[in-house]
């Protein structure tokens, strides 16, 4: 069982911080700097909710967040884990972190289903 | 330049005293000289029991190992001048049981360095006078680096996990292992991925990155466990997606 563990979460920490590291700057610059600025033609109103209308980016957004909450929580699992020193207490840590991004991943889906 | 630097030495001497101290020397200084050099003279002139390895004083044999400054370093690859104007704090390597004053207790890292079996195993070997295994400048190249190890073990005095997890199977093996795995004459990935796969393999390792920085041979250990790492992960998925496949 632990064989499996330690690949699977490292897997989904590793691709979710290479995505987020090559999404998250682009999507804030979109969102946060070039659309309220009014840059590359865009208007500081866009209708993002049409925007997610698109089935297909509402499945990159859901793989991206889901991907990017597991890498956080894997990271903090870690922190506790080697940081804090708190080896006793790993399997806690482990339901807890990973619990979180699980319940962060399940919101996620639900307000991109409804969404559109 | 001043005459002379004054080196603190970490001592240990359990037949005579319980706890640790650091004795201070005057040596003289040269532009020349490393730590080395310094502890040498220390031992020819001031105090002959000082206690502490080294060999070949051109950084190939990896023994003269030890932190100073709190950096660990090749003392033979370390200038005085770098540390002016002292004094100069010698130490040894960290995460190692102290034998006697710089000289620590290295079986635990030769353990681990044969679980890994770091030699070329072969599913069938043919006879020496059919000649040698030959390999292109291509198939060297992709292991070549791992193999200028010196098996100094300056990458575990910097590790922060192997302090903590004193299990950890640690940079320099794996990056041996890592050196035979990706050798096109070698068969043996699999015995090794036994080792490397468990928890104390390569996941305790949260790439801190250290182990690379102090190597003085560039042999990059935290690459090496990074690209294992990413081998291991897509083969444990697409032994998850394709069940049937025997890997």
Redesign the interface.
């Known amino acids: 069982m632990?064989?499996?563990r330690?690949?699977?979460f490292?897997?989904l920490f590793?691709a979710g911080g290479m995505l987020a590291a090559l999404l998250l700057p682009a999507l804030f610059l979109i969102v946060a700097v070039a659309a309220p600025l009014g840059w590359f033609g865009m208007t500081a109103h866009v209708d993002w909710l049409a925007l997610v209308g698109n089935p297909l980016l509402r499945l990159g957004l859901f793989g991206l967040l889901f991907l990017a909450f597991f890498h956080a929580a894997h990271r903090f699992r870690?922190t506790l884990y080697?940081g804090m020193?708190l080896y006793h207490l790993d399997a806690l840590i482990s339901v807890l972190t990973y619990g979180v991004a699980t319940v962060l991943t399940l919101i996620a889906a639900v307000v991109l289903a409804t969404a559109g | 330049m001043p005459d002379t630097v004054q080196l603190e030495v970490f001592r240990y001497r359990p037949e005579e005293e319980g706890e640790p101290v650091f004795d201070t020397f005057e040596v003289p200084y040269r532009d020349e000289w490393m730590v080395l050099d310094a502890l040498n003279h220390i031992k020819d002139h001031e105090d002959g029991t000082l206690s502490y390895r080294w060999a070949c004083r051109m950084g190939v044999c990896g023994s003269c190992g030890m932190t100073v400054n709190g950096e660990p370093v090749l003392t033979c690859a370390a200038y005085l001048e770098a540390f002016l104007p002292g004094p100069i704090r010698v130490e040894p390597l960290r995460g190692f049981p102290v034998i006697r004053d710089l000289a620590g207790d290295l079986t635990d890292f030769i353990e681990k360095l044969e679980r890994v079996k770091p030699w070329i195993i072969r599913e069938e070997t043919k006879d020496p006078s059919e000649g040698e295994y030959l390999q292109t400048p291509g198939q060297m190249a992709a292991y070549r680096r791992y193999s200028m190890c010196i098996n100094c073990m300056l990458c575990y005095a910097a590790c922060p996990i192997y302090e903590l997890e004193p299990g950890f199977i640690g940079p320099a093996a794996i990056a041996l292992a890592q050196r035979y795995n990706l050798d096109s004459r070698d068969d043996g990935a699999e015995e090794r991925h036994e080792v490397l796969s468990e928890h104390e393999g390569i996941w305790s390792c949260t790439f801190v990155g250290e182990c690379s920085a102090v190597c003085p041979k560039n042999v990059d250990p935290a690459g090496a466990i990074q690209r294992y790492k990413v081998d291991a992960t897509a083969d444990f998925f697409r032994s998850l997606l394709t069940p049937w496949r025997d890997r």
Do not use: K, L, M, N
Request: glycine share 8%; net charge neutral.
């Open positions: 632990r064989r499996a330690d690949p699977f490292w897997g590793s870690y080697d020193q």
